[in-house]
Every structure is written in structure tokens, then in C-alpha cells.
């Protein structure tokens, strides 16, 4: 046997619960007031031979990247310095900046060559051209 829940069409409280439902809570919207750098924003290509990968990271000195690969994964971290000056008399109103350390790891499809990766860091976003390693030939084993 099933149990079917029947509800009066008439009752008048369910009817103004289903009208109502939603009506006085609005969704909340909070706007981002602070940007958000703690994640690395990247493009990434693949080529017949290589990855390319273009990160922004916008106010970091060129010294202060550093990228590393392992087999198939990158990781790209930086540091961005806090440069500002403040003159006495000054006084700071509203800071939207990010300051502080960035990291981005990813994998890829396959081994990156190590040696010959290049990279190359200019006007705020960094180049990888990252070479795909030759897959190692399959070698038969001769059974004695």
C-alpha cells in the first residue's frame, strides 16, 4: 500500500507559504572589494611538441619567480613585494593590493623535458615553453 499526502487545496496558510516562499529573503551579493591574486590566472596551450603556458603575475620582480617541474607537473610560485612608498602626511584611504605569495600547481597530459624548458618573463606575465618529453621506446625482454 502507498501512502499518498493529500493537501487541501483550500487551506489558506499553505497557499500564502507558496506565494510568499522567497519573497522576503533576498539573495546576498557581496562584491568583491579586495581582488583576488592568491590564485595564479593562466592560459595554457598544447602544441604538436610542447605546452605554453602564459601566467600573469602582475607587480612581482622577475627574480622573484620560481618555476619547477616533476614528471608531469608544474608548479609556479611568486612572491609580490610591497614597494609602496608613504610620505609623512600621507594617509592611506583604500589598499585593493595584494601583497604576500602565489602559487599555481597543474598537471599535464605528459613529462616535460626538463632541460630544454624556456622561460621568459615580460611585462607582467610569464612564458613556459615547456617541450614534451620522447616517450621512452618499449623494449622487449629476452626470457633465458
Do not use: C
Amino acid at each position: 500500500m502507498s501512502n499518498i499526502v493529500r493537501r487541501d487545496p483550500y487551506a489558506i496558510d499553505s497557499m500564502l507559504d507558496d506565494l510568499f516562499k522567497g519573497f522576503w529573503v533576498k539573495p546576498m551579493h557581496f562584491p568583491r572589494d579586495v581582488p583576488d591574486m592568491q590564485s595564479i590566472r593562466m592560459d595554457l596551450k598544447e602544441g604538436e611538441k610542447e605546452y605554453i603556458v602564459h601566467a600573469e603575475l602582475p607587480g612581482v620582480n622577475k627574480e622573484d619567480i620560481h618555476v619547477a617541474m616533476e614528471g608531469d607537473t608544474v608548479t609556479i610560485s611568486a612572491e609580490v613585494k610591497k614597494t609602496a612608498e608613504e610620505k609623512e602626511g600621507d594617509k592611506l584611504l583604500r589598499s585593493e593590493r595584494y601583497f604576500g605569495r602565489v602559487e599555481r600547481r597543474f598537471g599535464l597530459g605528459q613529462p616535460v623535458d626538463e632541460a630544454a624548458a624556456k622561460a621568459r618573463f615580460d611585462k607582467g606575465v610569464l612564458e613556459l615553453v615547456l617541450p614534451k618529453k620522447a616517450p621512452a621506446e618499449s623494449r622487449k625482454l629476452m626470457i633465458e
